[in-house]
């Protein structure tokens, strides 16, 4: 088993639907579409280790976090805008867990912002059932996410490869 493969198995017993940790759930989601975020900006960079860790450090690269490499990776046309909107989106959730002790997915704020995802309903062809609680819409919406982004390192790097 690949690495990849074994990250992805280990995200989803994390991200299991049973699971009782509200604030797991949203902190491992968010942490896991980051990761993948951050491969497929160095999947799309030239083949130069250094430079590309010096632009993505996580303490003092320009290009640290989530949001400004999901921008880079909308403004060069590798994810769609609705994509990029929802990766927002879960950042922003992120943050209501990570800045309040007591948020939960029946606040208010949380619940609004887990209705602006979007790209479940665009993938699944469908809204999701009247019966779906906010932290279901959370998690599919954050599983769609994941299983669009999984492909785009491999795919940004067959294109490199092509370019050269």
Known sequence: MNSETERLLEFFSSFDYEHDNDREIVIVGCAYIESLIKEIVEATFIDDPKEVAELL???????????????????????????????????????EFAHKITASFSDNRVKQLCGNLKWHEHSLFMKPPQEATTRDIYQVGVNQLVSHLGA???????KREKSN
């Open 57 to 95: 450090s996580d303490s003092i690269g320009p290009l640290n976090g989530l949001i400004p490499r999901a921008r880079l990776l909308y403004l060069l046309g590798v994810i769609p805008e609705l994509v990029y909107k929802d990766i927002k989106t879960v950042g922003k959730i992120r943050n």
């Open 152 to 158: 785009l390192p491999g795919i940004q790097r067959l």
